[in-house]
């Protein structure tokens, strides 16, 4: 029967009687609080399965394998607009922003900029740290909510890197929460889809959505692009210890952005009328936000999440080396650290230069980290991430 892991337990005696195959024990590091998940791993001597890439195989991979975290990447646009500049928008100062979110600055696409190149950038750098070619990666996980293309950006990032073996790609639509939500899946292809080497890139443009008269919102967000590059291990080497992951849609009245229709003039070019549908385009709203109610979800739920992270990995907070949350507000940051007596020194934060980048926060700050020396192969890091939707979850993970 399947345990929280998602991974099979000892007791599969109908794959015993159809597959013959040698079976395997190994310690997860996803488990229950006070208990030891077992995992089974095995091997079939099917005829012509051996042929097979990982997203072809029909036969069922049951999980052997760990993952580790050996590369990263991340790339921001060129604009920067200080809190100063924003004061020439809207009724506002550098010390109104800073004092209420720790931000001073951030990124924002213009001109021929795309988030699918930053997203190319970020990718192209984390497989050049984890020393893989691009031919070499079979999976990638686009975590975005502003995508490029309605039906996603996933293939076009594919395209550009190069990806001659035709991988598998698909977007993740989590917003704020989408980079760990695409770190736990990749996770989830290796152990049990048997998958190599899975890219996943968090990169949002949430300043397309953004109502540059509120100030109220207008001073939070900017645009980013992540990338980290997880790969297949030994069990013993595993470096993804647990994960907590929840949502709510009941929150969605806090923070959205809804669909809404345009009407338009037929001659500026809507879709048409056809059977009584109404003529007009269909887009977004700008970001809507309750910001009080937001600070008070964050700073309830997410020390709750890693606590809950931790103790299915068995371990307290003495134990991780690094706290690294999603870059949404200093303020936030700060409560979640004290409630889990984090002490500053060992908080990773880059908000200031860059404000919140949704999906791509935590992999951009990641990768500051890396490349300066601050986390190093074999730290421990507690991150997460929280948002829109509201989704919400946190892992414990080991960095090289």
């Given at each position: 029967?399947?345990?929280?892991?998602?991974?099979?337990?000892?007791?599969?005696?109908?794959?015993?009687?159809?597959?013959?195959?040698?079976?395997?024990?190994?310690?997860?590091?996803?488990?229950?609080?006070?208990?030891?998940?077992?995992?089974?791993?095995?091997?079939?001597?099917?005829?012509?399965?051996?042929?097979?890439?990982?997203?072809?195989?029909?036969?069922?991979?049951?999980?052997?394998?760990?993952?580790?975290?050996?590369?990263?990447?991340?790339?921001?646009?060129?604009?920067?607009?200080?809190?100063?500049?924003?004061?020439?928008?809207?009724?506002?100062?550098?010390?109104?922003?800073?004092?209420?979110?720790?931000?001073?600055?951030?990124?924002?696409?213009?001109?021929?900029?795309?988030?699918?190149?930053?997203?190319?950038?970020?990718?192209?750098?984390?497989?050049?740290?984890?020393?893989?070619?691009?031919?070499?990666?079979?999976?990638?996980?686009?975590?975005?909510?502003?995508p490029e293309d309605l039906f996603g950006s996933a293939p076009?990032?594919q395209k550009e890197l190069g990806c001659k073996k035709n991988?598998?790609?698909?977007?993740?639509?989590?917003?704020?929460?989408?980079?760990?939500?695409?770190?736990?899946?990749?996770?989830?292809?290796?152990?049990?889809?048997?998958?190599?080497?899975?890219?996943?890139?968090?990169?949002?443009?949430?300043?397309?959505?953004?109502?540059?008269?509120?100030?109220?919102?207008?001073?939070?967000?900017?645009?980013?692009?992540?990338?980290?590059?997880?790969?297949?291990?030994?069990?013993?080497?595993?470096?993804?210890?647990?994960?907590?992951?929840?949502?709510?849609?009941?929150?969605?009245?806090?923070?959205?952005?809804?669909?809404?229709?345009?009407?338009?003039?037929?001659?500026?070019?809507?879709?048409?009328?056809?059977?009584?549908?109404?003529?007009?385009?269909?887009?977004?709203?700008?970001?809507?936000?309750?910001?009080?109610?937001?600070?008070?979800?964050?700073?309830?739920?997410?020390?709750q999440s890693i606590e809950s992270a931790l103790q299915k990995?068995?371990?307290?907070?003495?134990?991780?080396?690094?706290?690294?949350?999603?870059?949404?507000?200093?303020?936030?940051?700060?409560?979640?650290?004290?409630?889990?007596?984090?002490?500053?020194?060992?908080?990773?934060?880059?908000?200031?230069?860059?404000?919140?980048?949704?999906?791509?926060?935590?992999?951009?700050?990641?990768?500051?980290?890396?490349?300066?020396?601050?986390?190093?192969?074999?730290?421990?890091?507690?991150?997460?991430?929280?948002?829109?939707?509201?989704?919400?979850?946190?892992?414990?993970?080991?960095?090289?």
């Open positions: 029967m399947a345990n929280a892991s998602g991974f099979v337990s000892p007791s599969v005696p109908s794959l015993r009687q159809r597959f013959q195959p040698s079976i395997g024990f190994y310690r997860s590091g996803f488990c229950f609080p006070g208990k030891i998940s077992i995992g089974v791993f095995c091997s079939s001597t099917i005829e012509g399965a051996e042929k097979l890439s990982p997203s072809q195989s029909r036969v069922p991979r049951i999980a052997s394998k760990g993952c580790k975290l050996v590369g990263c990447g991340s790339a921001v646009p060129s604009l920067q607009i200080s809190n100063d500049d924003l004061a020439k928008v809207v009724e506002t100062s550098d010390e109104w922003i800073s004092v209420r979110t720790g931000i001073r600055n951030r990124r924002v696409l213009s001109g021929k900029d795309s988030m699918t190149a930053l997203a190319v950038e970020a990718a192209k750098r984390a497989l050049e740290m984890a020393e893989v070619d691009p031919d070499e990666v079979d999976l990638v996980l686009m975590c975005t909510s502003t076009q990032i991988p598998l790609a698909y977007d993740i639509t989590a917003a704020c929460s989408g980079f760990l939500l695409g770190l736990v899946s990749a996770a989830c292809h290796i152990r049990g889809g048997g998958f190599h080497n899975v890219l996943v890139i968090g990169a949002d443009a949430l300043s397309r959505y953004v109502d540059w008269t509120d100030r109220g919102t207008c001073i939070l967000f900017g645009d980013a692009a992540g990338a980290v590059l997880v790969q297949a291990c030994d069990s013993e080497q595993d470096g993804l210890f647990a994960f907590d992951l929840h949502s709510d849609g009941d929150g969605q009245r806090h923070l959205h952005a809804s669909m809404k229709n345009d009407e338009t003039d037929s001659a500026l070019g809507s879709n048409g009328s056809v059977l009584g549908v109404p003529q007009g385009r269909s887009s977004y709203s700008c970001i809507q936000m309750n910001g009080k109610e937001v600070f008070r979800f964050a700073v309830r739920c997410v020390p990995a068995g371990l307290s907070g003495s134990n991780i080396d690094w706290l690294l949350l999603h870059q949404a507000n200093q303020r936030i940051i700060d409560a979640v650290a004290t409630r889990l007596e984090v002490p500053p020194e060992r908080v990773i934060s880059n908000l200031a230069q860059y404000g919140n980048t949704s999906a791509a926060s935590i992999p951009l700050a990641l990768d500051e980290a890396v490349r300066n020396g601050k986390v190093q192969s074999g730290h421990t890091i507690a991150t997460a991430g929280f948002g829109a939707g509201l989704t919400w979850g946190s892992a414990i993970v080991r960095w090289g």
